[in-house]
């Protein structure tokens, strides 16, 4: 794959915002999450955290509307899809790129039919510009020459990458993504990430990302929120998260026992008690190193336009910094000299 050849441009477009404001989902008399109100910035990357089976990819769904929620508004580009007629619904989400866990690619329709799908559905385009179109984003995710491949007879990492092809391929404002590391190795998901990035910094996408993955989560996204427990814990700048002090953000951050989360979601302070005995007593708690300070975040590749993101988020978290505490504020401002040398004036 390689990042240097997209093409994609849309003059003037920029990612639309979306947010939510007290959602509640339930499946019969179980709660999923509840009062989860949230605001995606425009044109900025963000990624959604949690451990396994607190309703990540049931959120996803309810943004592009597959999944109503008991209560709440989502709104999309300022229009409330909870209460919105089936017309306007159709329309909003031709405004999303949805990148599903397992690709949920068509089994009976080669990669090109697969890409080329969106295009057949929803435009007037000619079958030599979808041709165009459609070789150019396989060529984007490395699948070039696997266009006559059918689903089933491709890896689950290049299926994914074929899903991915097909949610740009109507070069959306929103792409939402579900687990962008399933089925690939790790070096693969970094040239994804990078691709993420890429495409934000040249049509100003909003990105919405589920994942497990530590590495991406703390290197890629300009937002960073997590749920738990049936609730929102944080949501905000990857400054704020990284830096916080929240025990269940960091324990996710760092990928160790010791913490709230534990093998079922509810941890009770006895076995917290009893972990915290062992790792005094020597034995690992797993997960990585204590990272001090703030990683760098990844770039769009070089030759690319400038991430405006980047800008607007660190300009948010100047408005907020005295209210962190003073080691994240030290940690905040250092990871910003890089950056701003030379570039912000106050």
Sequence with gaps: MNSQQISIHQEGTVGV?????????????????????????????????????????????????LLRPEQGQIYIDGTDITTCSTKELYEIRKLFGVLFQDGALFGSMDLFDNVAFPLREHTRKG??????IVMEK?????????????????????????????????????????????????????????????????????????????????????????LFRRELVMFGPREVLLTSDQPVVKQFLNGRMVGPIGMSEEKDEAQMARERALVEAGHHQGGAEEIEGIIPQMQATPGMPTRQAVA???????????????????????????????????
């Excluded at 007290?22 to 995606?40: A, C, E, H, N, P």
């Excluded at 079958?127 to 165009?132: A, D, G, L």
């Excluded at 948010?316 to 030379?342: C, K």
Aim: proline share 5%.
């Design 17 to 65: 915002e979306v947010s939510t404001v007290g959602v509640t989902k339930r499946f019969g008399s179980q709660t999923i999450w509840q009062d989860v109100s949230l605001t995606l910035p425009a044109g900025e990357v963000s990624v959604l955290l949690g451990p396994s089976g607190t309703g990540k990819s049931v959120f996803l769904k309810s943004l592009i509307g």
């Design 127 to 132: 079958e030599s510009e979808i041709k165009r």
């Design 138 to 226: 396989l060529d984007l995710v490395g699948l070039t020459g696997a266009e006559d491949k059918l689903p089933g007879e491709i890896s689950g990492g290049m299926r994914k990458r074929a899903g991915l092809a097909r949610a740009l391929v109507l070069d959306p404002e929103i792409i939402l993504v579900d687990e962008p590391d399933s089925g690939l190795d790790p070096v693969r998901t970094t040239y994804i990430s990078q691709l993420f990035l890429d495409i934000n910094s040249q049509i100003d996408a909003t990105f919405l990302i589920v994942t497990h993955n530590i590495n991406l989560a703390r290197t890629v996204p300009d937002n960073i929120g997590m």
């Design 312 to 346: 607007r988020r660190q300009a948010r978290v100047r408005e907020i910094l005295h209210t962190l505490p003073d080691a994240a504020q030290s940690a905040i401002m250092d990871s910003f000299e890089p950056v701003l040398a030379g570039t912000y004036t106050d």
